[in-house]
């Protein structure tokens, strides 16, 4: 089993910055994608962006150029820097690990875009 815990979430104004961590730990040979995604409320479940285990990165449209995800392998751990935030942006972010080909969520940080 893997589990998955995040942190970094929160109450930011807009055009603030958060950083989310997600770190891994558990029965865990090799990890290949991670990934961010959220849900805003009444809305379904979105991808955010996602880092393969080579390091090639993939945003949504909606936040390119202000979001950036990264790695670090030895610590099975991934982050999204998250700049200018607004509004919009509010949502509960999920992490999520493949390991294998088995996919793992963590159980989400909420992060909250007002004045």
């Known amino acids: 089993q893997v589990q998955l815990v995040e942190s970094g979430g929160g109450l930011v104004q807009p055009g603030g910055s958060l950083r989310l961590s997600c770190a891994a730990s558990?029965?865990?040979?090799?990890?290949?994608?991670m990934a961010w995604y959220r849900q805003a409320p009444g809305k379904q479940r979105e991808l955010v962006a996602v880092i393969s285990s080579g390091g090639s990165t993939n945003y949504a449209d909606s936040v390119k150029g202000r979001f950036a995800i990264s790695r670090d392998n030895a610590k099975n751990t991934v982050y999204l820097q998250m700049n200018s935030l607004n509004p919009e942006d509010t949502a509960v972010y999920y992490c999520?690990?493949?390991?294998?080909?088995?996919?793992?969520w963590g159980k989400g940080t909420l992060v909250t875009v007002s004045s």
């Open positions: 558990g029965s865990i040979f090799k990890i290949n994608a």
């Open positions: 999520n690990v493949v390991v294998g080909a088995v996919y793992y």
